[in-house]
């Protein structure tokens, strides 16, 4: 019950060598379902956008691939997927 209190307690605020690992897993179970929504919406030329909940920072790839004349911002309650988003 410890070990999965502490992935829970991982998977919403990401720390250490462990969020690290939590953030990378998290990147890989969401990338289809983001490129699907990505797909399915239209963007106007040059948007801004924010990315709240950035994690390891792929759908903030995604988002500025779509659209590299825009801005994107991205962020994040902690402070360990800032860092790996950047």
């Known amino acids: ?5 502490s992935l829970i307690d991982q998977a919403k605020n990401p ?7 939590m953030l ?11 490129k699907w929504a990505l797909e399915n919406i239209q963007m106007v030329e ?6 709240i909940g950035c994690g390891c ?3 903030v790839q995604l988002l500025f691939n779509m659209n590299a004349n825009g801005t994107v ?7 360990q997927a800032v860092k790996e988003s950047i």
Do not use: F
């Open 1 to 5: 019950m410890k070990l999965l209190q």
């Open 15 to 21: 720390r250490g060598r462990l969020g690290s690992y």
């Open 24 to 34: 990378k897993i998290m990147n890989v179970a969401h990338l289809g379902i983001n």
């Open 46 to 51: 040059e948007a801004v956008i924010l990315d």
């Open 57 to 59: 920072g792929k759908t």
């Open 73 to 79: 911002y991205d962020i994040d309650c902690a402070e």
